[in-house]
C-alpha cells in the first residue's frame, strides 16, 4: 500500500507527500527529520488516501501538487 497526506503545517500551508510507511513518516514530520516541514512545526495530519500501488498514488500527488488540484484539495479535502 502506498500512502498521499496533507500536513498542515504551523504557518498554514499545506504539505502534501507519498508513502509507502504511513506510521514512520508521520513519525519523522513530527520529529522535525523532514526537510521542508522541520521550520514549521508543529504539523498537523489533515488527510490520508491509500493507494494499491505506488504509480496511482504518485499520480494522486502529483495532482494535488498543480493549481487545479490545490482548488479540490481547499475545498473537498481539508
Known sequence: ???????????????????GNICDRMIRHKKGEVKFTKPFLPVKCVFIACFPNKIKAAKFEKYLKTHSGMAFRNKRLV
Open 1 to 19: 500500500m502506498y500512502f498521499v497526506y496533507i500536513l498542515k503545517c504551523s504557518n498554514q500551508q499545506y504539505y502534501t507527500g507519498l508513502t
